[in-house]
């Protein structure tokens, strides 16, 4: 069974731009979350899409949004990019029951100049 | 607030021996833990999980324990391998009660090295 996927592995922006990162899960999971890493925060959950609806969010700016599609991929809206924007972004799928494992892509890896 | 914290930023082990990382957390809402290793510039990947309804879970080379009344876990790696050299990280969520399954809070990591 293939894994969770992200698009584009790697990423530079300048500030003010806008990025879209892209996530499909494991075939079957209808739970998508994203994570953003960064070395001095650590791993922090951003928010989380089910049936193409946002079911739980963290605490970041309005900047940074998203939408699940029918087929459970999920995209990730950065706009306005700072340069404290800069880190790896790692999206997650699970079956989304309560208490569900879930399983982490490869992350993107975005740098802003 | 670090809801989940992993004292020990580093551990040292010789191949072959246990291996015993710690996480302590707060928030006593905590219902559902897990452990993931992390090689860089991947994905953390998915090792065991333990409910608050248990104390101890077991996969392979792999155990956890669970102490609700200190809020702690442990993940006890028996024997250590050269392949377990990474970083860890414990999670924590509040899904069983609060339905917010999918939002892990995580430590800080622990940078575990097996020497041979």
């Known amino acids: 069974k293939a894994g969770v996927t992200q698009t584009p592995r790697y990423l530079i922006k300048t500030r003010g731009q806008q990025v879209t990162l892209s996530c499909s899960p494991i075939?079957?999971?209808?739970?998508v979350s994203w994570y953003q890493q960064t070395p001095g925060q650590g791993l922090q959950f951003l928010f989380e899409?089910?049936?193409?609806?946002?079911?739980n969010k963290g605490n970041f700016p309005g900047r940074f949004s998203g939408r699940q599609f029918s087929n459970s991929r999920s995209e990730m809206n950065v706009s306005t990019l700072e340069l404290g924007d800069s880190a790896l972004y790692l999206c997650?799928?699970?079956?989304?029951?309560?208490?569900?494992?879930?399983?982490f892509g490869p992350g993107t890896r975005l740098t802003v100049l | 607030d670090q809801q989940v914290k992993q004292n020990s930023p580093s551990l040292s082990v010789q191949e072959g021996r246990i291996s015993i990382l710690n996480c302590d957390y707060t928030?006593?809402?905590?219902?559902?833990f897990l452990w993931y290793k992390k090689y860089p510039a991947e994905g953390p990947t998915f090792l065991i999980s333990?409910?608050?309804?248990?104390d101890k879970n077991e996969d392979g080379r792999f155990t956890v324990f669970l102490n609700k009344s200190a809020k702690h876990l442990s993940l006890h790696i028996v024997p250590s391998q050269p392949g377990d050299s990474a970083v860890y990280f414990c999670a924590a969520s509040a899904g069983w009660y609060s339905g917010t399954a999918s939002k892990l809070t995580f430590g800080t990591g622990t940078r575990l090295q097996v020497t041979l």
């Open positions: 899409y089910f049936s193409e609806t946002q079911r």
């Open positions: 075939s079957g999971h209808r739970s």
């Open positions: 333990i409910s608050s309804i248990k």
């Open positions: 997650a799928s699970s079956f989304g029951a309560e208490a569900d494992t879930q399983y």
């Open positions: 928030n006593s809402m905590f219902d559902y």
